[in-house]
DNA sequence: ACCTGAACACCGTTCAAGT
DNA sequence: ACCTGAACACCGTTCAAGT
């Protein structure tokens, strides 16, 4: 009763924490089942029975993150205010702060699948942050603040600035000093793609 | 005489054209210094002559992408008209181009690295196909096709809409099929982004 | 200068066996 | 159900030694 193993069922959960963390702070190539299963007090096999592979723990772990940027979309969604604007801005922000505080992880969300059949749930995912914008822009069509036409023409384009400056920013391209005081010019670019007329 | 042995000096490039073979046929996961060796015809411990370690391989190959895709964007402009419109078009078709024929190459490039040394050259590379960016709406401010303003806080943008792009294609999330038929809308957003008043 | 061969300390994965 | 221990077939890296 006394020091119970550590993991009463929760050893996959505990397995994902810790590969965050080293993926975090030594990067994916130093990320090793066997020191995972040493740090946690498990047999080197025992990850195996949560993730048929290592593959299998780097998915989990990118959907995780694809899970996590979403809700930080959506929180950020709720903080800003009615105009398209604001909302625009706010999400690229939010975007933006994910992917600088969590390099190694969006870096692991959008890496080339080898394996096509695991990556369907990674893409899917990656689709509903897609489904957002065109959600925003949608409303703002609505409104009269967004041009008309094709939601997806105009959408998926934003979306794309929006991702290739967070994969600068990320990649070390755009130097971090840069990030914040680029960010206006990205978001006043954004909005001239997306204004009427 | 007969049969001498392969590398009268070139294993370095050898290793470097073998492993980009690899890297696109079986992806990063898959490359392994000593089955390059083996591949080879030469001992295991052969490579590390040419190449400090797994990463510095890694990085000499990123570099040459670097310079294949600065070469082919160099080429795209000779091919183009004068108009700003062209160029651009031309600048987009040849960098998505690249990149969904060299996914698994493009993917490497951009990678965050944990070295921050040997990154220099990667993210020097990378800035050399912004400033061509950068050069493109200068020349375009000029003629009048682009509306004035700092030339970063335009080129930077559309720089960061094309790589976007791009990083959606590779990744999987934009299909295949879908690549081609998003570029138009993608372009005509940037001349958006770009156009005087 | 360039490469070999052996050695070292790791890996991921599998599988019988234990509880 | 979940984990262990041993085994297998690999790795990357280093270093004396060869040519």
Known sequence: MHTRRYHHG???AALLTRAEQTLREKGPGAL???ELARDLGV???APSRHF???QALLDALALAGFERLAAALTGSREAAGEEFAD???ALVRAYVGFATGNAELLDLMYTVKHDPAASDALITAAHQLGAMAEEMVAEGQRSGEVRQGPVDAIAMPVFTTLHGYASFAVSGVLPAAEVESGLDAVIAYMLRGCAPS
């Open 52 to 54: 048929k592979d290592k």
């Open 10 to 12: 929760d050893l996959r």
């Open 32 to 34: 090793s089942l066997r």
């Open 43 to 45: 047999s080197h096999a």
């Open 87 to 89: 909302r625009l801005a």
